[in-house]
């Protein structure tokens, strides 16, 4: 799978031994960019699971297919990742189910994170449009990406998440679906004209906003946030109607490794309303965890609570992981060069 936005995370550990043998390790892979935060996020909490289950906890880089890979070779044991990547690694026999008798922490989540058997959702961000009111003025709806007077200060990305759930969302308002897209390429298409660049990363977005090249693109609600202020851009984010897209990170367990047991309580322990509250408040990810509290002005930048969370529009991404390879050679065919 080629979706290579994804924001991925890896956690690995070894077996629990006496503390003067050999201790547990846990390996997470994220992007670069994340790894940083994601530190930030577990440094005040893996200290007390490490102390109860006598273990060891290492958090280390990397970045979408090369999670599978760790998976295939028996390196890790417990996954963050997201839907497109554990679908291939359920095809592929690389995960063990989840067992909620190690995890209760299963029964404090909204019903929409029990996605399969092999996976919970840990966080979720929100795709919508991330623009310069000064120079757009409102942005409502997803549809305000065609307005004719945007038309050379666009950007959606290269053949991503968002820009696939666009594409999905156009399809389903004419009248198709992720087994009929036909519509949906058609409509990203007629975008084509209004797109200043295709961007690949959030570095590129913030120069492309700058620069005044563009002045509304497709944004998560963490990015527009680093935008606005780490960046010092005039940007503002909407949750366009219908709705914003679903970004959604979830736990896997990885098959064939020795540490099942203490890879569950790992799990148990990431979805906890405490890691989840650091969470939303450095990484702009909200939690479907209902015991979650936050405090009034970080609540208003994720999305947070049953209505919002659910809210969040999510595609058959098991179909469109089957039939990728596809959707990308016609997406560069009829979209991206036309």
């Given at each position: 799978?080629?979706?290579?936005?994804?924001?991925?995370?890896?956690?690995?550990?070894?077996?629990?031994?006496?503390?003067?043998?050999?201790?547990?390790?846990?390996?997470?892979?994220?992007?670069?960019?994340?790894?940083?935060?994601?530190?930030?996020?577990?440094?005040?909490?893996?200290?007390?699971?490490?102390?109860?289950?006598?273990?060891?906890?290492?958090?280390?880089?990397?970045?979408?297919?090369?999670?599978?890979?760790?998976a295939r070779n028996k390196e890790v044991d417990v996954l963050i990742?997201?839907?497109?990547?554990?679908?291939?690694?359920?095809?592929?026999?690389?995960?063990?189910?989840?067992?909620?008798?190690?995890?209760?922490?299963?029964?404090?989540?909204?019903?929409?994170?029990?996605?399969?058997?092999?996976?919970?959702?840990?966080?979720?961000?929100?795709?919508?449009?991330?623009?310069?009111?000064?120079?757009?003025?409102?942005?409502?709806?997803?549809?305000?990406?065609?307005?004719?007077?945007?038309?050379?200060?666009?950007?959606?990305?290269?053949?991503?998440?968002?820009?696939?759930?666009?594409?999905?969302?156009?399809?389903?308002?004419?009248?198709?679906?992720?087994?009929?897209?036909?519509?949906?390429?058609?409509?990203?298409?007629?975008?084509?004209?209004?797109?200043?660049?295709?961007?690949?990363?959030?570095?590129?977005?913030?120069?492309?906003?700058?620069?005044?090249?563009?002045?509304?693109?497709?944004?998560?609600?963490?990015?527009?946030?680093?935008?606005?202020?780490?960046?010092?851009?005039?940007?503002?984010?909407?949750?366009?109607?219908?709705?914003?897209?679903?970004?959604?990170?979830?736990?896997?367990?990885?098959?064939?490794?020795?540490?099942?047991?203490?890879?569950?309580?790992?799990?148990?322990?990431?979805?906890?309303?405490?890691?989840?509250?650091?969470?939303?408040?450095?990484?702009?990810?909200?939690?479907?965890?209902?015991?979650?509290?936050?405090?009034?002005?970080?609540?208003?930048?994720?999305?947070?609570?049953?209505?919002?969370?659910?809210?969040?529009?999510?595609?058959?991404?098991?179909?469109?992981?089957?039939?990728?390879?596809?959707?990308?050679?016609?997406?560069?065919?009829?979209?991206?060069?036309?």
């Amino acid at each position: 799978m080629r979706l290579r936005d994804i924001r991925t995370a890896v956690l690995a550990f070894l077996a629990a031994a006496p503390l003067a043998g050999a201790a547990a390790q846990t390996t997470l892979t994220m992007n670069a960019t994340e790894l940083g935060p994601m530190r930030t996020v577990f440094a005040p909490h893996i200290p007390a699971f490490e102390r109860e289950h006598n273990v060891r906890v290492n958090i280390v880089a990397g970045l979408g297919a090369p999670t599978v890979a760790m998976a295939r070779n028996k390196e890790v044991d417990v996954l963050i990742t997201d839907p497109v990547y554990s679908y291939q690694m359920q095809k592929e026999n690389l995960l063990v189910p989840l067992d909620r008798s190690k995890i209760p922490a299963m029964g404090d989540l909204y019903p929409v994170a029990l996605m399969d058997a092999h996976q919970v959702g840990l966080f979720y961000g929100s795709f919508g449009i991330c623009h310069l009111p000064a120079r757009t003025g409102p942005m409502e709806a997803w549809s305000d990406l065609w307005r004719p007077d945007l038309k050379g200060r666009v950007s959606v990305r290269s053949f991503r998440v968002d820009s696939i759930s666009l594409l999905v969302t156009m399809a389903k308002q004419a009248g198709g679906s992720e087994r009929n897209p036909d519509a949906g390429f058609r409509k990203m298409a007629e975008l084509a004209p209004s797109i200043a660049k295709y961007f690949e990363n959030w570095g590129e977005l913030s120069t492309l906003f700058r620069t005044g090249q563009v002045w509304a693109a497709t944004c998560t609600n963490g990015r527009a946030n680093w935008l606005a202020t780490d960046q010092n851009l005039p940007v503002r984010f909407v949750s366009p109607k219908p709705g914003a897209f679903a970004l959604i990170g979830t736990l896997q367990v990885v098959a064939g490794r020795p540490n099942t047991d203490l890879a569950m309580r790992l799990v148990n322990f990431l979805l906890s309303a405490e890691v989840a509250a650091d969470m939303a408040r450095i990484m702009n990810y909200g939690s479907a965890n209902a015991k979650l509290q936050l405090a009034p002005e970080i609540a208003a930048r994720v999305p947070y609570g049953r209505t919002e969370i659910e809210g969040l529009i999510n595609i058959d991404w098991a179909y469109v992981d089957a039939n990728s390879r596809a959707w990308e050679e016609r997406w560069n065919k009829e979209v991206a060069f036309r």
